[in-house]
């Protein structure tokens, strides 16, 4: 076991989260050390942290601690000009740092160029280290709690962006994420080989990323068109990826999962959560839409009741007016109602987790929910 820092995302308390259930599916030993809004320091065996990153939405760095600085090594290629730079999560001083840094690589005949953040930030964004490619042509060391470490996997945003804007069917609104799809995959624990159902899976953001991870993607959506357009992104990942993860699209309503399918591992999904809104609703119009969510809600937790055997997640709106009140349905209530709990992978993180997007004007509860 070593240990590691995990730069987490934007969400913190989602994406520690996100982390604890991605390692308790693949049954993985770990130890949370410590952590905070910025980082958690994790004591893991060796994993192949390429794939770690790629699998999860809210890390966006992995660094290997480094116990002793001088006896380390820091670059291992075979060019003698390198590049490198140094971020800092923590109120450290890094002068002294980077004087040691100069003087060995002095010391070892490398010519060394170091590299700043481009934005005005004392640490390095992940595009930065990509960009200057030093985790292939030097090294980034990241400082965080009084500790040096290497980084050695950041989280590619071109990737995302790439299939964001090729994969063949486009839809402006309801576009979930690549990161909050992925962090409900994890929440709900699904893992290479299992099969994953998503209730209502519009053009299959989700269940793409599913298939990613070797993941079965099972979607359901009322529309034809979202279908029709779901099968048609998946088939684009199954080959330009070369996954080997199946998928299954139906054109149905998800108040009758059962009628079409047996079991599923577990279900991950962002559900229909009213009309597009594009101001702050007044009460009435919440109200009204509460009204629709909430047997529709119900009846597709009573159809997951029937066929998934582990965890649950999904978002669950809940609408803010502007006098600050909250209009919501009373979710636990339908939980108790078909044998559901509320499940944490750590004990002090509590559930449901809020997640408001900049642009959105609902806000969303991080639900994950089994049968127990
Ligand atoms: C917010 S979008 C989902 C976005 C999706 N998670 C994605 O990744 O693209 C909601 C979808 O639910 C579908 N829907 C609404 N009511 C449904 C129902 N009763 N059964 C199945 N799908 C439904 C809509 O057609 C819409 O495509």
Redesign the pocket.
Known sequence: MKDYIFILGRDPELSILELASYLNARKVQYKIKARSKTAALVSLPELNFAKVIKGLGGTVKIARVISDLDSEELYSGSSNKIKYGISVYDDSDVDELKEYIKTRMRQEKLKAAYKRSSRQEPFLMPNDVIRHELMNEGFELVVYDNMAARTIAVFNPFEYEKRDTERPKQREL???SIRL?KILINLSMAKEGDDLI?????????LQEAMLMGVNAIG????RE?AEASKVNLAWIAKKYKSSAQFKIFN????QISRFIEKADAAA?????GPLLNKIPVRKDAIKTIQVLEP?YRDVLKELAKVVKGNIAIIVPRFRLYSGERIKFNFERMLSEFGFKPVSALSEVKLPIIYTASDSKIEREIWVVRKL
């Not at 999904?269 to 959560?273: A, G, I, N, V």
């Open positions: 309801h576009m979930l799809a998503d209730p209502f899976c519009g053009y299959g953001i989700l359901f959506d009322i529309s979202c149905a309503n998800s108040r999904t962002e559900p229909y959560m529709l």
